[in-house]
C-alpha cells in the first residue's frame, strides 16, 4: 500500500469535500484515515437507490446514532450521484453539529442541478494520482506508459486496465450527461484531445477531427476538466517588457499512462518527442500536485513567444522557471526558450530538469545562472520544499 502524501486533518465538526478521478485511492484513502466514520457508499445500488428516493433517510437514521458513532465525520462516498443528500448534509451539520466527508469524482451533476455546496461551510481537498516519494523506486517509463493510478502502476496487465478504464469513463460519463447518441463523437474527441497534450489548444481543428462544432468541443474539455481528468495551464500575462504568444491555455491530461494509450504509441525508451511531451506532462502533474498538498498555492503558467520560445512552467511569474528536458546531456542549444524569457525577465532561479545524472549549474554567455538537475534530484527538492 503507498503512502499518501494529502494529508486531511478535520477539527471538530468541521466537513469537507474531497474531489478526484476514479481510482485515484480516495475511498482507500478514507478507509485508512477514518476507521472509525459511519460510511454510506452510493456505489451500492440498493443506498442509492433508496437514498435517490427518499434522501430524507439521511437525516432519520443519523439522528438515531449513538453520540460515540457521531463523534467522527461521516463519509458519503460517490456523493455527486445524489444531489439532494446536501441539503441534508447542510441540515445536519446546521442543527446537529455533525461532520462530513462529502467524496466524489466529478462536480458536474451538482453544478448542474444547482445543489446545495454548503455555502462555504465545507472545506476542499482533491486526491491525484500517486507522485514521485509516495513510490519507492519509481520506474519513470514505467510510470509514464501505465500511469500513476496506483493499481495501474503495479498492475502486470497495463494494457486491459487502461482499456478498462477509458471504457468505463466514456459509459459512465456519457451517461451522466445524457449524451448517448454522441457516444461515438465523444470518443472520436478523447483521442483527438489525447493528440492536444502538452499542447496549446486548437478547438476548430480538434472538433474537425470529431465532426462537432467548436462550441461542443469546448463543453467536452469542460467535461474533462470537471470529472478531473484534465487541466489546462495558462500562459504567463503580459507585461510591458515581456513579449508572449496568445492567451491559449496549455492542456493536459491528468495521467501520462491515459494519454499514450489513447493515442496508441507506448513508450519504448525515454528519447525522442514523445517521450519529451509525456516526461513535460508528468512533472506538471508534481508542481501541480505540491501545490496542492502543500496548499501553497503558488501561481503556475507556461511561456511562449511568436518565434516559438518557450519556458515549461513559470511560478509565480518572475520567481522560478522550470524546464523538461528528456535529454541526458543538456546543451546551450536546448535552451533557447530559457535563456530568452531569462534575458528578458530575469528569474530568482531557473532549473533545468532532466535525465543527467549529476547536477550541474551552467553559466550562459549573457551570465544567466541555470540549474541542471537529474528528475530524482529535483522532486526530492521539490517535496522537500527546497524549489518553492
Avoid at 483521442?191 to 477531427?209: C, P
Avoid at 478531473?228 to 493536459?252: E, G, N, Q, V, W
Avoid at 542549444?333 to 545524472?357: C, F, I, W
Wanted: with cysteine; proline share 5%; net charge positive.
Amino acid at each position: 500500500m503507498f503512502k499518501r502524501k494529502l494529508h486531511i486533518e478535520l477539527p471538530p465538526h468541521q466537513s469537507t469535500f474531497l474531489w478526484g478521478a476514479r481510482q485515484t485511492g480516495k475511498s482507500t484513502y478514507l478507509t485508512k484515515h477514518f476507521p472509525h466514520s459511519l460510511r454510506y457508499d452510493f456505489l451500492q445500488s440498493d443506498l442509492y437507490l433508496t437514498f435517490l428516493k427518499e434522501p430524507h433517510r439521511l437525516r432519520e437514521e443519523l439522528i438515531e446514532k449513538p453520540a460515540s458513532l457521531l463523534r467522527y465525520p461521516i463519509i458519503l462516498d460517490e456523493v455527486q450521484k445524489i444531489p439532494l443528500l446536501l441539503d441534508e448534509v447542510h441540515w445536519l451539520i446546521e442543527n446537529k453539529k455533525l461532520s462530513f466527508i462529502l467524496c466524489g469524482s466529478s462536480a458536474r451533476k451538482l453544478k448542474r442541478e444547482k445543489a446545495n455546496l454548503l455555502g462555504g461551510r465545507a472545506w476542499r481537498f482533491e486526491m491525484h494520482p500517486l507522485v514521485f516519494p509516495e513510490i519507492p523506486n519509481l520506474d519513470l517509463l514505467r510510470a509514464l506508459n501505465q500511469g500513476l493510478l496506483p493499481t495501474h502502476y503495479t498492475t502486470d496487465y497495463p494494457e486491459r486496465s487502461l482499456k478498462a478504464y477509458v471504457t468505463d469513463y466514456l459509459t459512465e460519463e456519457i451517461k451522466a450527461e445524457g449524451l448517448s447518441r454522441n457516444l461515438a463523437a465523444f470518443a472520436k474527441f478523447l483521442e483527438a484531445a489525447a493528440f492536444s497534450h502538452g499542447q496549446l489548444v486548437e478547438y476548430k481543428n480538434i472538433a474537425s477531427d470529431c465532426g462537432v462544432d467548436a462550441k461542443t468541443v469546448k463543453e467536452y474539455f469542460e467535461i474533462l476538466k470537471d470529472t478531473y481528468i484534465a487541466s489546462f495551464l495558462a500562459p504567463l500575462p503580459k507585461k510591458k517588457d515581456r513579449k508572449t504568444i496568445t492567451a491559449t491555455p496549455k492542456f493536459y491530461f491528468f495521467d501520462p499512462g491515459i494519454a499514450n494509450f489513447l493515442t496508441k504509441t507506448p513508450l519504448l525508451q525515454l528519447k525522442g518527442t514523445q517521450a519529451g511531451t509525456s516526461f513535460e506532462s508528468y512533472l506538471f502533474h508534481e508542481i501541480q500536485t505540491y501545490r496542492a498538498y502543500s496548499e501553497k498555492n503558488f501561481e503556475l503558467h507556461y511561456w511562449r513567444t511568436t518565434a516559438g520560445h518557450e519556458v515549461d512552467f513559470v511560478i509565480n511569474e518572475d520567481e522560478i522557471y522550470i524546464e523538461a528536458k528528456i535529454s541526458e546531456n543538456i546543451k546551450l542549444a536546448d535552451l533557447v526558450g530559457l535563456r530568452n524569457l531569462m534575458h528578458q525577465t530575469p528569474a530568482k532561479k531557473a532549473y533545468v530538469v532532466s535525465q543527467e545524472k549529476r547536477p550541474r549549474l551552467l553559466t550562459t554567455p549573457e551570465g544567466a545562472k541555470i540549474h541542471i538537475l537529474p528528475w530524482k534530484h529535483f522532486l526530492e527538492a521539490l517535496w522537500n520544499e527546497d524549489i518553492v
